[in-house]
Structures are given as structure tokens and as C-alpha cells.
């Protein structure tokens, strides 16, 4: 399904392309569209000339452009006015780590839909599945254009689970989804995070963590483990039902 913005408009309501421009919007003016978008625009949603688009570039907010030309090989983009700024979008710092696994795509995207800022796999003694660094990157930018957020998740290289650990920022509270049963579950530990500070879950491979790996884990101060529930879960599962719980967790907190 395309990525778009639903328009209302006096007369009926149509649908408007909505894309991921790396450079700079305000400064431009004009924007040319890569090969892909330009075949997107051109080909798939057969916009012509004076069609509306949205942009974005993550950093200047969402910006309405129109086209003004459109060839066999290219297609440019006027902007025009913005519509949103940066500031409107307001997710919370959450970061995933996580193995690939063989739904990897699937859970890329609905993390990015859930408001993940960062994806961070890596290699345990159980990983089976690879990272498909430019597939992964392509994924997460359509599902944010999608989902209209005003950024694009950052994807790291790929790390040894050690390496990971040995590295990481301790002030960055890692939250370990622990399927030995903990006392303490993701909504409650949710209802007790400092909104001002940053976090990840960590989500482990089909096969789960080896011995060796937990007993790291269990050795860091920064690492929290919590419970998903009564049920063991697959991984993709864990890590979706895991950020939904944080954000919308979060979310309520901040209505209060």
C-alpha cells in the first residue's frame, strides 16, 4: 500500500503522496526527486503537473509541494508552504535491539508505525536470520512515510551482543523482555519510567538467549528485565506487544 495523507477537501477527498527527501526543504525551494519517487509519482500514483505532494527530511518538519515537472526521467517538486513542524511530533526516546529473525520485515514496520527511534540488531549465539542493511533501511523509511511521522528511525550495523553490552550508554535503561517469569511487567515498570530519560527493549533470537548471554545481562546495572505475560511468545510478537505496551503506557501518562 502507498504511502499517502488524506486530504478533505470541498469537493471530494483525494489522496496525496507523501515522501522522505534528504535534503534541506526550507532552503531549496525546488526539490528533484530521486528515480524511485519520480517512477512512484509519475507511474504508480500518475500525478501530473500541479499535483500536490508532501515532503519530509526529519529535521524541517512536513512540507506541501507541488509538481511542476515531470519527464521519462525526472520529476520536480515546488514547495510551497509547511505543514507541521519538527516540533510536533513528540515520541518517546525508545530504541529496539533485537535479533533478526525471519519476520524482521514485519516488525520493522510496525515498530517504526508504534514510534520506534532506533533499531539496533545483534548477533547471539542463537541468531539465525542475516540483516539486510539497504532492504531494512528501505523498509523503515516506507513505513514511515506511511504512517506520517515526521522522522525516519535510525538502523545501526550490525554488533556482537558482548560487543553491545561492553559499549552501551548507561544511562540508557535497557529493558529486557525476560520469559523466566520476573515479577515486575512492562506496564509496570512503564508507570514507573523517568519520561526524561531514554530507553530500549531488548528483544532476544528464536532460540532465546544462551546461558552465557543471560548471565551477562543479569550482571548489568543498566539492564531491566520485565515480564510480557503468562505466555511464551515469539520473538517478533514479544518485541511488537512489548513497544506497544511502553508507548501507549507512556502515552496515558502524559494525558494525565
Known amino acids: 500500500m502507498p504511502p499517502f495523507s488524506l486530504v478533505n477537501d470541498t469537493m471530494s477527498k483525494r489522496f496525496i503522496p507523501r515522501l522522505y527527501v534528504p535534503e534541506a526543504i526550507l532552503t531549496a525551494g525546488e526539490i528533484v526527486l530521486s528515480p524511485d519517487q519520480a517512477h512512484y509519482?509519475?507511474?504508480v500514483m500518475r500525478l501530473k503537473v500541479h499535483d500536490m505532494v508532501h515532503v519530509f527530511n526529519g529535521t524541517e518538519g512536513e512540507w506541501q509541494a507541488k509538481v511542476i515537472e515531470t519527464?521519462?526521467?525526472?520529476?520536480?517538486?515546488?514547495?510551497i508552504q509547511k505543514l507541521h513542524d519538527q516540533s510536533d511530533e513528540q515520541l518517546p526516546e525508545l530504541s529496539l535491539v533485537f535479533a533478526p529473525v525471519k519476520q524482521v520485515e514485519s516488525l520493522l514496520r510496525q515498530a517504526t508505525e508504534l514510534g520506534v527511534k532506533a533499531f539496533m540488531?545483534?548477533?547471539?549465539t542463537?541468531?539465525?536470520?542475516?540483516?539486510?542493511e539497504e532492504r531494512f533501511k528501505t523498509?523503515?523509511?516506507n513505513a514511515a512515510e506511511q504512517c506520517e511521522r515526521l522522522s525516519v528511525p535510525q538502523l545501526a550495523s550490525l554488533q556482537n551482543l558482548p560487543k553491545l553490552?561492553?559499549?552501551w550508554d548507561e544511562s540508557v535503561t535497557l529493558i529486557y523482555c525476560d520469559e523466566t517469569r520476573v515479577e515486575e511487567n512492562i506496564l509496570q515498570a512503564a508507570q514507573l519510567a523517568d519520561l526524561s530519560q531514554k530507553y530500549a527493549i531488548l528483544?532476544?533470537?528464536?532460540?532465546g538467549f544462551s546461558e552465557e548471554?543471560?548471565?551477562?545481562?543479569?550482571?548489568?546495572?543498566?539492564?531491566?528485565?520485565?515480564?510480557?505475560?503468562?505466555?511464551i511468545l515469539k520473538a517478533d510478537t514479544a518485541a511488537t506487544a512489548a513497544i506497544a505496551a511502553w508507548m501507549f503506557a507512556l502515552s496515558a501518562r502524559k494525558g494525565e
Do not use: M
Not at 542463537?126 to 539486510?132: D, S, Y
Not at 528483544?203 to 532460540?207: M, N
Open 41 to 43: 509519482v509519475r507511474n
Open 71 to 79: 519527464s521519462k526521467k525526472s520529476v520536480q517538486l515546488d514547495v
Open 121 to 124: 540488531p545483534i548477533q547471539t
Open 126 to 132: 542463537f541468531t539465525t536470520a542475516f540483516v539486510k
Open 139 to 141: 523498509i523503515i523509511l
Open 165 to 167: 553490552l561492553e559499549e
Open 203 to 207: 528483544i532476544g533470537p528464536e532460540g
Open 213 to 231: 548471554e543471560l548471565q551477562v545481562l543479569k550482571s548489568k546495572p543498566y539492564v531491566k528485565p520485565v515480564s510480557l505475560g503468562a505466555t
